[in-house]
């Protein structure tokens, strides 16, 4: 099963983009290659009241660090699409991951 991203960048051609619209899909997609920090922020914040949450404690699970968590979120999904949480509660290396797309989600747990 592949994430959104994976699909998408399959099939993109980047030579016919300026390097700047480049870094941007491979940032947040193709259909928003124009966009910087901001509109990335506001666009999480229209989503994340209804994402998917994936709540991990590293103290369960030692082989999964923060990093490579972290690292999967990059590589497999758009910058836009996921948000992450450390020490929730207060508890130390409890970790919360949103994701915008309920099979990312799913994905992620998969993984870790």
């Given at each position: 099963m592949l994430t959104q991203k994976q699909k998408e960048q399959a099939l993109i051609?980047?030579?016919?983009y300026n390097p700047t619209e480049r870094k941007n899909i491979r940032l947040y997609g193709e259909g928003n290659k124009d966009w910087d920090?901001?509109?990335?922020?506001d666009h999480r914040h229209r989503w994340m009241p209804y994402?998917?949450?994936v709540r991990i404690n590293?103290?369960?699970?030692?082989d999964s660090t923060y990093?490579?968590?972290?690292k999967w979120c990059l590589e497999n999904t758009y910058l836009q699409s996921w948000l992450h949480?450390?020490?929730?509660?207060?508890v130390q290396g409890a970790h919360q991951?949103?994701?915008?797309?309920?099979?990312?989600?799913?994905?992620f747990k998969l993984r870790f």
């Open positions: 051609n980047f030579d016919q920090q901001v509109s990335c922020i994402g998917a949450d590293t103290f369960q699970k030692p990093y490579e968590m972290r949480i450390s020490n929730i509660d207060g991951f949103l994701f915008e797309h309920e099979t990312d989600a799913f994905l």
